[in-house]
Structures are given as C-alpha cells and as structure tokens.
C-alpha cells in the first residue's frame, strides 16, 4: 500500500499564491504518475494537474495554465503544486494521488480511474 499526505492548503486572498506538497510513503515506486485532483462543494472531482514518473510530461486543466505548476522530487517521494493568481473558483478540497507502476516514462493519465492511492485532501480557499 501506498499512503499520500498532503499539506500547504490555507485561506488565500484572490490573486494571491499557495504550494501543495504531497509526501508519499510505504510501497512507493518511482515509476508511478502523480497528480493533483480538487473538488468543490456540489461538484465532480476533476484533475488539475498530472505528472508523468519522468517529470518530463505534465498535464493541465484548461483552467489553471499558466497559473498552476507541477512538479516532483523522487528522491523525496514528493509532488508539488505551485497556485499562483488563486481565484475564488478555484476553492476546493485538493487531492494527490498516484498511480500504480507505469512502464512509459512519459504516460501522464488525466482520467481519476487511473489512479490507485489518493491521499486525505487539503482545503484550498480563495477568498474574493
């Protein structure tokens, strides 16, 4: 098994910025996609962003290009969410989660059913 931890959210003036990190431990692999998931009050889980194992391949909802920014650090089990410009509609409850073992370097999944390990999520508000 595979636990993800989150931390970083908070309450935030609009157009102001917050970092989301996520910490994986237990049987963790270095080869698996990581991502961030939100959802808000009333409505679906929807991906944000993804990042292949690699790093080299990422993915973004149309909505937050060019504000959000992924990453990861393998050494550190680890993948981060940069939120800059933060809008109101961008409140949710923020979700990591991680695939299993995935044999492409470059294979970033947008679908939630890709992902196996989802962590306990952190609030992100954005305040007009």
């Known amino acids: 098994q595979v636990q993800l931890v989150e931390s970083g959210g908070g309450l935030v003036q609009a157009g102001g910025s917050l970092r989301l990190s996520c910490t994986a431990s237990?049987?963790?692999?270095?080869?698996?996609?990581m991502a961030w998931f939100r959802q808000a009050p009333g409505k679906e889980r929807e991906i944000v962003a993804a990042?292949?194992?690699?790093?080299?391949?990422?993915y973004y909802a149309t909505s937050v290009q060019g504000r959000f920014t992924i990453s990861r650090d393998n050494s550190k089990n680890a993948v981060y969410l940069q939120m800059s410009s933060l809008k109101p509609d961008d409140t949710a409850v923020y979700y990591c989660?991680?695939?299993?073992?995935?044999?492409?370097?470059?294979?970033?999944?947008?679908?939630?059913?890709?992902?196996?390990?989802w962590g306990q999520g952190t609030q992100v508000t954005a305040a007009s």
């Open positions: 990042i292949s194992w690699s790093g080299l391949s990422t």
């Open positions: 237990g049987r963790t692999s270095g080869s698996s996609a």
């Open positions: 989660a991680a695939t299993e073992r995935l044999q492409l370097s470059y294979q970033v999944p947008y679908r939630s059913d890709a992902y196996a390990y």
